[in-house]
């Protein structure tokens, strides 16, 4: 694997001066920019696998996989095999095909709450309009949302919210009308006194709780016991939604999401990503007499020109055959478990200044001492020392997400040797980052 250096990526360096020419920031979404952590963004020119390699033929081992997408790795044998079939069939007909029924129904197979599924083209049109259908059928306009979560860039979850607007330090979006941003209530994540109180203040008027059941987007912040379960109670008592935003956690803590793994049935799911295998696919689904409403059997109107592309669905239906192999989740999660003990090893003994999150195959290393559980504390890490440690790991093959605010995510194609070459620059890097 040759080494990157830094200073060794002419080529990227110079693809990113036409791209800030023509694209806005040189990038077509915020968090790829390096805006947090310094320098400009290489620039991929392929990858395989857990590999990336730049326009300069740097080679690095791959934690953002599409910002969670490719749980299988890049270029899956099998997946692009899909996508290479289907392409010679056709890449878009605007009709229906058997391919959505497929999927459609592999995920109903894993997600039973989803009784009917409505495919959209990104995750943001998916809450959207999950939203949406959550305000038609309780007539109520106000939802929750919780400080640090990322829905997507649709209006009414830009409050607050983590992810790109975490990482750019923008609280509240210019351009959404104060009218529209009144209509979001933030409560602090694991914080569910807050949300009964809001319905307390609000009675009859929310609409949906709408909530990552794993927080992954101020960085991985796991629900503290009984979290789940009181927004589940607390949205049937006073006559809510409950939307389980599982964009990022679908498919990916386990096969049923983390809908599955702590038990809980929302009304409302969205799903993306994973789903899609990193092409355009993302989903929202639910109970039968919610989903119905939905045009063209109800008045709720969504509609998408590519919606359930029959290329995407190919690649969807390839990964979750993969995924529902025998073994899958517990080969992941074997490797997954290696990471974090090491760098909770490497924490340990070198008593740097952070601490490190991990469910299943998603991991954060947070630049601060105190346990995070919310936005608060994770506004509070040092995000200058997490940029040093970005930089740092770079250089030495790794990338991760450029931001403080971000999970890592380990994917099936990620090796033994790759976690220990990690842990290996890991440790050079936390040594560079504490000096
Ligand atoms: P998209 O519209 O970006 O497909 O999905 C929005 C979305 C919705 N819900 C959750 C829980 C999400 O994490 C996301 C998008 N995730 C970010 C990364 N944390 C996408 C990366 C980006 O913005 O470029």
């Given at each position: 694997m040759t080494t990157p250096n830094p200073n060794t990526r002419p080529r990227s360096q110079q693809i990113f001066r036409r791209a800030l020419d023509v694209l806005v920031g040189g990038v077509n979404s915020p968090v790829r920019a390096f805006r947090a952590v310094g320098g400009e963004p290489i620039v991929v020119d392929r990858a395989a696998a857990a590999r990336l390699w730049d326009a300069d033929d740097n080679e690095y081992i791959d934690y953002v996989c599409s910002w969670g997408a490719l749980i299988l790795g890049h270029a899956h044998p099998k997946i692009v095999e899909a996508i290479n079939y289907q392409a010679r069939r056709g890449t878009s007909y605007g009709m229906p095909t058997e391919l959505e029924v497929e999927l459609a129904t592999r995920i109903r197979r894993a997600l039973p709450s989803c009784e009917k599924i409505r495919f959209v083209s990104s995750g943001t049109e998916a809450t959207m309009s999950a939203v949406r259908l959550a305000r038609a059928a309780t007539g109520r306009d106000l939802i929750v949302k919780f400080d640090g979560c990322y829905h997507g860039h649709s209006d009414s979850f830009l409050s607050e919210a983590?992810?790109?607007?975490?990482?750019?330090?923008?609280?509240?979006?210019?351009?959404?009308?104060?009218?529209?941003?009144?209509?979001?209530?933030?409560?602090?994540?694991?914080?569910?006194?807050?949300?009964?109180?809001?319905f307390n203040e609000n009675p009859n008027k929310i609409a949906a709780i709408i909530v990552e059941p794993i927080a992954a987007n101020m960085g991985l912040v796991p629900p503290s016991k009984g979290f789940l379960q009181t927004l589940r109670d607390l949205a049937?008592?006073?006559?809510?939604?409950?939307?389980?935003?599982?964009?990022?956690?679908?498919?990916?803590?386990?096969?049923?999401?983390?809908?599955?793994?702590?038990?809980?049935?929302?009304?409302?799911?969205?799903?993306?990503?994973?789903?899609?295998?990193?092409?355009?696919?993302?989903?929202?689904?639910?109970?039968?007499?919610?989903?119905?409403?939905?045009?063209?059997?109800?008045?709720?109107?969504?509609?998408?020109?590519?919606?359930?592309?029959?290329?995407?669905?190919?690649?969807?239906?390839?990964?979750?055959?993969?995924l529902a192999a025998p073994g899958f989740y517990d080969s992941l999660e074997a490797l997954s478990k290696k990471l974090g003990d090491g760098i909770s090893a490497a924490l340990r003994e070198t008593n740097a200044p952070a601490t490190a999150a991990r469910v299943g195959s998603l991991l954060t290393l947070f630049f601060s001492r105190d346990p995070i559980t919310n936005y608060a504390d994770a506004k509070k890490a040092d995000t200058k020392r997490f940029a040093a440690f970005f930089q740092s790991m770079l250089a030495r093959g790794i990338f991760i997400a450029p931001s403080q605010f971000e999970a890592m995510f380990v994917s099936a194609a990620h090796t033994a040797a790759d976690i220990d070459c990690t842990i290996a620059a890991l440790r050079e890097s936390l040594a560079d980052v504490s000096a």
């Amino acid at each position: 694997m040759t080494t990157p250096n830094p200073n060794t990526r002419p080529r990227s360096q110079q693809i990113f001066r036409r791209a800030l020419d023509v694209l806005v920031g040189g990038v077509n979404s915020p968090v790829r920019a390096f805006r947090a952590v310094g320098g400009e963004p290489i620039v991929v020119d392929r990858a395989a696998a857990a590999r990336l390699w730049d326009a300069d033929d740097n080679e690095y081992i791959d934690y953002v996989c599409s910002w969670g997408a490719l749980i299988l790795g890049h270029a899956h044998p099998k997946i692009v095999e899909a996508i290479n079939y289907q392409a010679r069939r056709g890449t878009s007909y605007g009709m229906p095909t058997e391919l959505e029924v497929e999927l459609a129904t592999r995920i109903r197979r894993a997600l039973p709450s989803c009784e009917k599924i409505r495919f959209v083209s990104s995750g943001t049109e998916a809450t959207m309009s999950a939203v949406r259908l959550a305000r038609a059928a309780t007539g109520r306009d106000l939802i929750v949302k919780f400080d640090g979560c990322y829905h997507g860039h649709s209006d009414s979850f830009l409050s607050e919210a983590g992810s790109g607007l975490a990482t750019l330090g923008i609280a509240a979006c210019p351009g959404v009308p104060q009218a529209l941003a009144a209509l979001t209530l933030n409560a602090p994540y694991n914080d569910a006194a807050a949300v009964e109180k809001l319905f307390n203040e609000n009675p009859n008027k929310i609409a949906a709780i709408i909530v990552e059941p794993i927080a992954a987007n101020m960085g991985l912040v796991p629900p503290s016991k009984g979290f789940l379960q009181t927004l589940r109670d607390l949205a049937t008592r006073h006559g809510a939604l409950l939307i389980f935003d599982e964009v990022i956690t679908g498919f990916r803590v386990c096969y049923g999401g983390a809908q599955s793994l702590y038990g809980i049935a929302p009304d409302l799911t969205t799903l993306g990503k994973i789903i899609g295998a990193g092409l355009p696919v993302a989903a929202y689904g639910g109970r039968r007499d919610l989903m119905d409403q939905v045009a063209p059997l109800g008045p709720v109107y969504q509609a998408g020109t590519l919606s359930g592309n029959p290329l995407a669905m190919s690649a969807g239906i390839a990964s979750l055959d993969l995924l529902a192999a025998p073994g899958f989740y517990d080969s992941l999660e074997a490797l997954s478990k290696k990471l974090g003990d090491g760098i909770s090893a490497a924490l340990r003994e070198t008593n740097a200044p952070a601490t490190a999150a991990r469910v299943g195959s998603l991991l954060t290393l947070f630049f601060s001492r105190d346990p995070i559980t919310n936005y608060a504390d994770a506004k509070k890490a040092d995000t200058k020392r997490f940029a040093a440690f970005f930089q740092s790991m770079l250089a030495r093959g790794i990338f991760i997400a450029p931001s403080q605010f971000e999970a890592m995510f380990v994917s099936a194609a990620h090796t033994a040797a790759d976690i220990d070459c990690t842990i290996a620059a890991l440790r050079e890097s936390l040594a560079d980052v504490s000096a």
